[in-house]
């Protein structure tokens, strides 16, 4: 009864608090905020957007933190990325070196002045839990309620803020009818070591709130960090045929870029954008997306209705439904071959770091995927992206680049064009930066360290048994380079470029580039080797080839 009583005055609070505002004023001519009948609200295009500019700005979140295994290579505050996982020099992060903060030895800062504008904001309320916790540190998103809780506690959060924050869609009335469930400790452990007086309820809400909207915290080519809750963009509806994506600029990975006098006073207050993946007409709702695309429809359908309460019936759902159904009319018996296989492949990936072989049987049982091929409602979906995914990584990890790089062009080719709204989706940059990050290494462009000329020797030998000679990874190599620029040049990255042209120039100064692989006969050559490398059948390797644009 009464915490039947407590989510009634919760409730009564929400309908009684002042209007919250979204949009911001100098987004008011190209953003606006409408009821939509039966739906709630959404957000619409209060004018013509083009793809090749950002539709609005957003500033540092609040509400956000790093996840725990990349804290040692992140600033806690600028969010400067200085290393990641992978074994690569990498474009586009910092190349510094972080001091650990001496209180509670958990956050790393990339600057003296970041630790102190750090420490006043924010961290000397979090820095004495972050030490008394130790190793047992929270989760991100439990670590992003409690700077909110420590903040709200001490009056160091604007109104209009919590304000944004409190009247975003919870749906505590749905989760707290279940009755008591791990949330609820959740929020009792956050209250106790807040040592606030914030009520159960209310820390229990904003978990609530932050479980149903938040987003991933991104870098400009690296992937996700950590988790955010931007209220803006937690307004924007769901599709799994998105029309815009959330993009951090690259001058964000300077060191205390938010200080930085070599930058605008707007690029300074400017963390991400929101960015259009094609041309928006006036009118148009504009649509985010939940869920990874990459899921199969049942999948994704039962992920919103399990974390979001809705049944989504987009025409993306619609059109994957409709290619299973008629797959399975066609092909009665594919589909349960295409999971056996799949559960084959993710048995032994499992397996993988427990004893040897596992990583060797998965990428042969991977290539046995080939059957499949023939058919996009399998392979673009469900298991196939992520088991090509995971290979990758773990190639990586085990110092396999040939198998590594064979997964990441199976994404490359065969799943993101099919998957990805929009050229320039961050995930599509991703997955071409790190697709390329594997040719230097291979091309001995930029080598990891490490890596012995035999071990490089190896992989080339490897990849030639597959059909790929050294000629064709430095054709595909300047080819798909050269598509990442065109992805940046149209569409509202541009500040990316920077980063295309560096690659571009490593790969003049570097011997690998003294071959003629110029001509049509080369590209008819270098073209057939990558369609057998991918055990690729003619017809379906054209219908690819214009898919992806090459």
Not at 143 to 161: C, N
Not at 347 to 373: E, V, W
Request: include cysteine; glycine fraction near 6%.
């Amino acid at each position: 009864m009464a915490e039947f009583d407590s989510l009634v005055d919760s409730l009564m609070q929400r309908k009684n608090a002042p209007e919250a505002s979204y949009i911001q004023d100098q987004d008011a001519k190209t953003l606006k905020l409408e009821q939509i009948p039966g739906r709630g609200q959404g957000i619409f295009a209060a004018r013509s957007l083009s793809v090749t500019d950002p539709i609005c700005s957003l500033s540092y979140p609040t509400m956000m933190a790093i996840d725990s295994d990349l804290i040692h290579t992140t600033c806690y505050h600028c969010l400067v990325v200085t290393a990641t996982h992978l074994p690569f020099p990498s474009y586009g992060h910092a190349s510094i070196d972080l001091k650990t903060c001496n209180g509670c030895h958990f956050a790393r800062f990339c600057s003296k002045n970041c630790q102190i504008k750090s420490w006043h904001a924010y961290h000397k309320y979090e820095c004495k839990i972050f030490k008394k916790l130790k190793n047992n540190q929270l989760p991100a998103i439990l670590r992003a309620v409690l700077r909110v809780v420590l903040l709200q506690g001490r009056d160091k959060l604007p109104a209009d803020e919590w304000n944004r924050i409190t009247s975003l869609v919870s749906h505590e009335e749905i989760l707290a009818g279940r009755g008591r469930s791990n949330l609820t400790e959740m929020a009792e452990g956050i209250k106790h070591l807040a040592e606030s007086s914030m009520s159960i309820e209310t820390i229990q809400r904003l978990i609530f709130i932050m479980k149903s909207n938040a987003t991933e915290l991104p870098t400009p080519v690296q992937g996700g960090i950590g988790v955010m809750l931007e209220p803006l963009v937690a307004k924007f509806n769901h599709s799994c045929e998105p029309n815009l994506s959330i993009h951090r600029p690259q001058h964000t990975m300077t060191s205390g870029w938010m200080d930085s006098m070599q930058l605008s006073e707007d690029d300074r207050k400017t963390f991400a954008q929101v960015i259009p993946l094609r041309d928006i007409q006036e009118g148009e709702e504009l649509f985010n997306i939940y869920v990874a695309p990459t899921s199969g429809v049942k999948a994704r359908k039962a992920k919103l209705m399990e974390d979001y309460f809705f049944e989504c019936t987009c025409p993306k759902c619609t059109s994957d439904a409709e290619a299973a159904a008629n797959l399975a009319n066609q092909q009665p018996g594919l589909s349960g071959q295409f999971e056996k296989w799949a559960q084959e492949v993710t048995r032994h990936i499992a397996q993988i770091g427990l004893k040897s072989g596992p990583f060797q049987k998965a990428a042969t049982a991977m290539d046995k995927s080939a059957r499949f091929l023939e058919y996009p409602v399998l392979y673009t979906s469900g298991e196939f992206p992520d088991i090509a995914r995971t290979l990758v990584l773990e190639g990586l990890k085990g110092q396999a680049f040939d198998e590594a790089l064979i997964d990441a062009l199976r994404l490359y080719f065969l799943v993101n064009p099919q998957r990805f709204v929009g050229r320039h989706n961050p995930t599509n940059i991703y997955t071409i930066s790190l697709t390329l990050d594997i040719f230097d290494a291979l091309l001995e462009i930029s080598t990891p360290p490490g890596i012995t000329k035999d071990k490089s020797e190896k992989w080339l030998s490897n990849l030639s048994s597959r059909g790929l000679s050294r000629n064709s990874l430095i054709y595909w190599r300047q080819k798909i380079c050269a598509d990442m620029k065109k992805r940046v040049e149209g569409g509202a990255v541009k500040d990316l470029y920077s980063l295309v042209e560096k690659r571009e120039e490593e790969m003049r100064k570097s011997t690998a580039q003294n071959t003629d692989v110029e001509g049509e006969d080369f590209k008819r050559v270098a073209e057939g080797e990558m369609r057998d490398a991918l055990r690729l059948k003619e017809p379906r390797w054209q219908i690819v080839l214009q898919d992806s644009g090459s």
